[in-house]
């Protein structure tokens, strides 16, 4: 059975950083995409970030978090990480790591990955 447990979430202040985990059990995702997403309260769930399979080569990020989030996978601990710098209010979310049963061409889409984890919850202070 294969399960995405997250951890690292809660409360930092504006200006502050977090690192997110995502721990993956029951396969290994070394060959395919693992992404980021968040979801706010009242809104639907968006694309944060996300990371090829090895060889692939290539991260993706949101405008909204690009210069500030890195995404990063270790592929001998089947964990994907995204780091947080600089975070904003408007960062506050829960935050869902997602991982592709097969390669595919598109990595933004809800679509594009088919195991998701339970989330974490991430909050900035202003």
């Known amino acids: 059975q294969v399960q995405l447990v997250e951890s690292g979430g809660g409360l930092v202040q504006a200006g502050g950083s977090k690192r997110l985990s995502c721990a993956a059990s029951g396969r290994t995702f070394s060959s395919y995409t693992m992404g980021w997403f968040r979801q706010a309260p009242g809104k639907e769930r968006e694309f944060v970030a996300a990371?090829?399979?090895?060889?692939?080569?290539?991260?993706y990020y949101a405008d909204s978090v690009k210069g500030r989030f890195t995404i990063s996978r270790d592929n001998a601990k089947n964990t994907l990480y995204l780091q947080m710098n600089s975070l904003k209010p408007e960062d506050t979310a829960v935050y869902y790591c997602?991982?592709?049963?097969?390669?595919?061409?598109?990595?933004?889409?809800?679509?594009?990955?088919?195991?998701w984890g339970q989330g974490t919850q991430g909050t900035v202070s202003s």
């Open positions: 990371v090829r399979w090895i060889g692939g080569g290539a991260n």
């Open positions: 997602a991982a592709a049963g097969s390669r595919r061409l598109g990595v933004r889409g809800l679509g594009d990955y088919d195991y």
